[in-house]
Nanobody, 127 residues
């Protein structure tokens, strides 16, 4: 059974930093691509970043490139999203998700490729 649980959200001032964590069931992060998505009020859920199951590939949305970093710790079954230089437009509920395909060739980036979703964690960036 694949499960993911987000934590680490909160309130941060513009320009500040925050680290989100995605705790997964045993073996998940070493077998499935793990992605972060976000959804702001009244908007569609959008892709933020993904890390491949092998850890060798990461992909970022243009809006967060050079500000956010995705990483993982296989031993802790956890994926992290380090947010730097936060902006008010980063305010959203952030979701962690695991790919629906084990040991995918290539990297999953489309929302419908991800099958296992967490409940989300709220991030609010104040101006």
């Amino acid at each position: 059974q694949v499960t993911v649980v987000e934590s680490g959200g909160g309130l941060v001032q513009a320009g500040g930093s925050l680290r989100l964590s995605c705790a997964a069931s045993d073996g998940t992060v070493s077998s499935y691509d793990i992605g972060w998505f976000r959804q702001a009020p009244g908007k569609e859920r959008e892709f933020v970043a993904v890390i491949s199951w092998g850890g060798g590939s990461t992909v970022y949305a243009d809006s967060v490139k050079d500000r956010f970093t995705i990483s993982k710790d296989n031993g802790k079954n956890t994926v992290y999203l380090q947010m730097e230089s936060s902006k008010p437009e980063d305010t959203a509920v952030y979701y962690c998700a695991a790919d629906g395909v084990r040991w995918r060739r290539g990297v999953a980036v489309q929302k419908d490729q991800f099958k296992y979703w967490g409940q989300g964690t709220q991030v609010t960036v104040s101006s």
